[in-house]
């Protein structure tokens, strides 16, 4: 398994405003995943991050919006960019340690009034 | 692409009685199927899983079935307890688009009543 953590766990913006949110593993995992949870539905993929290459987007996510970092093997940040309240949502890291279960993060929940 | 359903969206059982989430998935190549809680506040956490080499899985209380042939896989609950209050949440990966990748249902709101 594996220990996440995020910061921050909440927060309310402002709409225009940027937020980037971080994602910490305690071990080191090569595939680290970014997912949206709009207030009362299911998890939606936003990107793929891997280290050592470019954020795989999936569709209707795009770069600009959604900028993802990956630094090293325990570290990823997602920025939600000129935030507009439809943004409003829980953002979640996950990871891969290895075979094929994942592991979440306990969220980012983000207001924007 | 895959695509997951789940039902029912909510489910109300007294203490003591048992509950079942069903899910349904369209992608035959799919093999593996994992169901996650969450609580109020928190992250989903995997509860139990099963791959498609195997029919059924159970872990105390909890247990999962699978039908390749229907392509439908199903969570069992039983002597719920109110702690088992969460939303639940069943997934599919399918190695033809993405090993890695997760599918997931829409959901089911678990209320257990004291």
């Known amino acids: 398994s594996a220990v996440i953590s995020q910061k921050p766990s909440r927060d309310i913006c402002q709409r225009g405003t940027s937020l980037t949110i971080q994602c910490q593993v305690d071990?080191?995992?090569?595939?680290m995943f970014w997912y949206r949870q709009q207030p009362g539905q299911s998890l939606t993929l936003i990107a793929t991050?891997?280290?050592?290459?470019?954020?795989?987007?999936e569709s209707g996510f795009v770069i600009d919006k959604f900028p993802i970092s990956r630094p090293n093997l325990t570290f990823s940040t997602l920025t939600v960019s000129n935030m507009s309240p439809e943004d409003s949502s829980i953002y979640l890291c996950s990871v891969l340690p290895g075979g094929e279960t994942q592991y979440f993060g306990p969220g980012t929940r983000l207001l924007v009034l | 692409g895959e695509n997951v359903e789940q039902h029912p969206s909510t489910l109300s059982v007294q203490e003591g009685d048992s509950a079942v989430i069903k899910c349904t998935y369209s992608d035959s190549a799919s093999n593996y199927f994992p169901w996650y809680k969450q609580e109020l506040g928190k992250g989903p956490q995997l509860i139990i899983d099963i791959r498609s080499n195997v029919g059924e899985k159970k872990d105390q209380r909890i247990a999962v079935t699978l039908n390749k042939t229907a392509k439908h896989f199903s969570l069992h609950i039983t002597e719920t307890q109110p702690e088992d209050s969460a939303v639940y949440f069943c997934a599919a990966s399918s190695p033809f688009y993405n090993t890695d990748k997760l599918i997931f249902g829409t959901g089911t709101r678990l209320q257990v009543f004291p």
């Open positions: 991050a891997n280290q050592g290459s470019e954020a795989t987007y």
């Open positions: 071990s080191q995992v090569t595939m």
